[in-house]
């Protein structure tokens, strides 16, 4: 059952490859959605009808967003017993075929201050050592981590070592599809190099795998080094938040999302969806609606948790975000003739539109809609509708604060505050990167967050590709 495609509940036929290859327009699509949203706010500002259009919408957006804040959380399987406190004699009775093969697969590049501590960290893992394997993909490190990883891998059997040429390309989906089809786990597994992970991660998760739609699980991200100043305090309420929406989401049929850093993979739900996207610059974000399109379900645990280092500063948290909105926002310009109803089903159609309109188009149209406003000397048309995303956002974050951590209620109250005012920040860089996509053509790199005791400011890597 672990390893069979998915069940009849779905009945969606694989996407064609030409489906994915419509990458060489962005610009156009985006100069396309960037006009449309300014027109249609101006529209809203000019129509006599404009402000009861937005309350009805505000209405809308409302009920939806009520009924996420009382729904119940759905219930997750069993774990699987712990591999380490079974005794010899049980161990030599068990029939492992319960335990699907896994293959952890980590890319890294100039890791050497955390490869060690993450590969120790995979070879505790509680589960037999004989159903999962580690690759490590070093993809051409200048820093001693390409050393370093083939001296790990002499200490562990079941770890091997793929090392990556100068001329290899595609970033971290390169690396990682170079690997994936040599591997033979029928789940994969997805870390970072920074990532600090809990020892029950396998077991817990696995059973998910067990409901035939389920073609991966995303473990909840927390920030390891949260205490360290504002932006990284914000980054863990940020995280809290994330979860917390997210399980809300998938308990009323909506859309789960992958987060890179400790995600499962059905092997035959990645080889449906082709493999990850070379062509983009979130290949996680990417390969989430191309799971969703061919009818995979994709759950979040809240217990157990994959830690990474959250950054430290302004600047670097600008560039990722960077990184993070754009990518987000281009799968929708990628994808957009197939997110109907019809591949998606009407709950995870209706909630990305409404998760779009929260993430991408109000913040998109907030500086048309305030300058509209101070010319017209009213209020900001959208006004009732980001009203209601930032109230929802709030109490989500509370919400997701006191589900992960054991604080006062003082404590949660200033966090979410702390929080709310960190994510002011997501307005001005989706309005940027919305209209930089609309007007200058983009390389796409991977860029590298730095780790460890590494300077501040992200170092820009290999280009993934030239295309706008």
């Not at 009323?252 to 070379?278: C, D, H, K, M, P």
């Not at 930032?390 to 949660?412: D, H, N, P």
């Not at 007007?439 to 730095?450: E, F, H, S």
Request: proline share 4%; charged share 20%; glycine share 8%.
């Amino acid at each position: 059952m672990f390893d069979g495609a998915k069940g009849n509940s779905v009945n969606l036929s694989p996407l064609a490859a030409d489906d994915f290859d419509r990458y060489e327009r962005r610009r156009l699509k985006a100069a396309i959605a960037l006009a449309s949203i300014w027109l249609l706010t101006a529209g809203l500002h000019l129509s006599q009808w404009g402000p009861w259009i937005a309350y009805g919408l505000a209405v809308v957006l409302s009920l939806y967003l009520l009924r996420l804040l009382w729904v119940t959380p759905v219930a997750y399987p069993e774990a699987l017993p712990s591999w380490q406190d079974t005794s010899v004699t049980e161990r030599q009775t068990t029939d492992l075929a319960a335990w699907p093969t896994v293959s952890i697969l980590v890319a890294a590049k100039n890791e050497v201050r955390v490869i060690e501590r993450l590969t120790h960290s995979l070879m505790a893992i509680d589960y037999p050592q004989t159903r999962f394997d580690v690759w490590l993909i070093d993809d051409n490190s200048t820093d001693g981590t390409s050393q370093l990883m083939d001296r790990l891998a002499q200490e562990h059997e079941n770890l091997q070592v793929v090392h990556r040429g100068e001329k290899a390309t595609g970033g971290k989906s390169g690396a990682l599809n170079q690997v994936w089809p040599i591997t033979s786990g029928s789940i994969l597994l997805v870390f970072d190099a920074d990532g600090q992970i809990a020892p029950d991660c396998l077991r817990r998760a696995i059973p998910l795998f067990q409901q035939e739609q389920v073609g991966a699980v995303q473990l909840r991200k927390a920030i390891a080094n949260g205490s360290h100043n504002f932006w990284t305090r914000g980054q863990v309420a940020e995280m809290a938040f994330d979860a917390c929406c997210q399980l809300k989401r998938i308990s009323v049929a909506g859309i789960g999302e992958l987060r890179g850093n400790g995600q499962f993979v059905r092997r035959t739900a990645l080889e449906q969806s082709g493999g990850w996207n070379e062509a983009t610059i979130t290949d996680d974000l990417d390969l989430t609606l191309k799971l969703h399109i061919n009818g995979w379900d994709v759950p979040l645990m809240l217990t157990p948790w994959v830690r990474e280092e959250g950054v430290t500063g302004a600047l670097s948290l600008w560039h990722q975000r960077n990184r993070w909105a754009e990518g987000g926002y281009q799968r929708y310009l990628d994808y957009w003739r197939l997110l109907t109803p019809r591949r998606l089903g009407w709950g995870k159609g209706v909630d990305l539109v409404i998760f779009w309109l929260i993430q991408y188009g109000l913040p998109t149209a907030a500086l048309p809609d305030l300058l509209l406003a101070i010319a017209r000397d009213r209020s900001p048309v959208l006004f009732p509708l980001s009203s209601a995303a930032t109230l929802f956002a709030a109490i989500s974050m509370a919400q997701g604060l006191r589900q992960t951590q054991s604080a006062s209620v003082f404590s949660i109250l200033v966090q979410t505050v702390r929080g709310m005012v960190y994510m002011t920040h997501w307005i001005a860089i989706v309005a940027t990167v919305t209209l930089r996509m609309a007007i200058r053509p983009k390389r796409l790199k991977w860029v590298k967050t730095q780790h460890g005791d590494e300077p501040e400011g992200p170092v820009m890597e290999a280009s993934v590709s030239s295309r706008s």
